[in-house]
C-alpha cells in the first residue's frame, strides 16, 4: 500500500507563498501520476495541479501563473509552490497518486492526509 505524506502548510497573508512537498513511499514514484487537491470548509473537494509522468502539467485556472507543481523523482517526492497566495486559496492540500492519468479529476486511488494552508488578509 503506497503512502502519501505531505507537509509545508502553514499560515500566511495575502501575497506570500508557500511550498508543500508530497512524499511517496513507493519506489515506483516515477510511473505514477501526482496531483493536488484542495478542500476548503463546507466545498468539495477540487483539483489544483496535476503532473503527468513525463512531466506534463495542468493547472486549474484559479491557480495559473501563481502556483507550480514540480517533482524529484530521485527523492520520491512532489511539490507545490504557491506564490501570491489569497484568501481564497485557503484549505486543506492533498497529494494525490494513481497508476492512471486522472488529471485534476477527483478519482485518485491513493491520498495523503492532508496539510492545512490559511491565508489571512
Known amino acids: 500500500q503506497v503512502q502519501l505524506v505531505e507537509s509545508g502548510g502553514g499560515s500566511v497573508q495575502t501575497g506570500g507563498s508557500l511550498r508543500l512537498s508530497c512524499v511517496v513511499s513507493d519506489y515506483t514514484y516515477s510511473t505514477y501520476y501526482m496531483a493536488w487537491f484542495r478542500q476548503a470548509p463546507g466545498k468539495e473537494r477540487e483539483g489544483v495541479a496535476a503532473?503527468?509522468?513525463?512531466?506534463?502539467?495542468t493547472y486549474a485556472d484559479s491557480v495559473k501563473g501563481r502556483f507550480t507543481i514540480s517533482q524529484d523523482n530521485a527523492k520520491n517526492t512532489l511539490y507545490l509552490q504557491m506564490n501570491s497566495l489569497k484568501p481564497e486559496d485557503t484549505a486543506m492540500y492533498y497529494c494525490?497518486?494513481?497508476?492512471?492519468?486522472?488529471?485534476?479529476?477527483?478519482?485518485?486511488?491513493?491520498w495523503g492526509q492532508g496539510t492545512q494552508v490559511t491565508v489571512s488578509s
Open positions: 503532473m503527468e509522468r513525463f512531466g506534463g502539467t
Open positions: 494525490a497518486a494513481d497508476r492512471a492519468n486522472r488529471v485534476l479529476l477527483d478519482r485518485y486511488n491513493y
